[in-house]
């Protein structure tokens, strides 16, 4: 089993469609949890730290289920500007801090 | 300047050249790494430094030396690369700190013929 499972997609949506991701987790003691945004041939920027009572940052809500090990991620009323790869990212518990990165999920918004 | 910057963008060697990627941190942390991103694989992480001491080494083949002077510079040296080894290879920064994300470079953009 990966470390960190992401469905790739594409997710194809129409703008202002509300899409979700999910994202497993195999190491139960994990407890850092992270999605970034990666645009095409760019570095991955930090989009929210997933905390256990879930938060929310705009149109941008994150989950954490620890009995199920996955985190989500919902994007509201999706724009144009939200086509991008979101990373799921969770820290590896062992003797050094490591953050290990799903693959991705392609999201893709159509006008 | 601010972030994590990282140089050059692009770079083209062949197998037998040796050359250098350079990231600079301006965010104060005090953890650096080097993550290798190749098409449709997740980013791998390559090496880890902390108070400048190397803590991580993932297995990473000896063609690949990195170097880290100061919590704030860390180089990755190149010699005799693959063509397999041509990838997006992006430097990270973060706080030392078990919830600390990381905050990326703009990446290198490697080729080797």
């Known amino acids: 089993r990966k470390e960190v499972e992401q469905d790739p997609g594409p997710f194809n949506v129409p703008e202002g469609a509300t899409v979700a991701f999910n994202c497993t987790y195999s190491?139960?003691?994990?407890?850092?949890f992270f999605w970034y945004r990666q645009d095409c041939r760019k570095e991955p920027k930090l989009l929210m730290s997933?905390?256990?009572s879930g938060n929310e940052d705009g149109r941008f809500t994150a989950q954490l289920n620890r009995a199920s090990q996955y985190i989500s991620l919902l994007i509201r009323d999706s724009k144009l500007s939200d086509s991008a790869t979101y990373l799921c990212?969770?820290?590896?518990?062992?003797?050094?801090?490591?953050?290990?990165f799903g693959s991705g999920t392609r999201l893709l918004v159509r006008p | 300047e601010t972030g994590v910057t990282q140089t050059p963008r692009h770079l083209v060697m062949g197998m037998t050249n040796k050359k250098s990627l350079k990231c600079e941190q301006h965010?104060?942390?005090?953890?650096m790494y080097w993550y290798k991103q190749s098409a449709k694989k997740p980013l791998e992480l390559m090496f880890v430094?902390?108070?400048?001491?190397?803590?991580e080494n993932n297995s990473v083949p000896s063609r690949f030396s990195p170097e880290c002077p100061n919590s704030s510079h860390l180089f990755l040296h190149l010699h005799t690369l693959q063509p397999e080894d041509s990838a997006l290879y992006l430097c990270?920064?973060?706080?030392?700190?078990?919830?600390?994300?990381?905050?990326f470079g703009n990446g290198t953009r490697l080729t080797v013929t």
């Open positions: 990270a920064s973060s706080q030392r700190g078990i919830d600390s994300p990381l905050h």
């Open positions: 190491n139960s003691a994990s407890q850092s």
């Open positions: 997933v905390y256990s």
């Open positions: 990212v969770v820290n590896k518990m062992d003797s050094s801090y490591k953050l290990i």
């Open positions: 965010l104060g942390h005090n953890a």
């Open positions: 430094y902390n108070f400048k001491e190397q803590t």
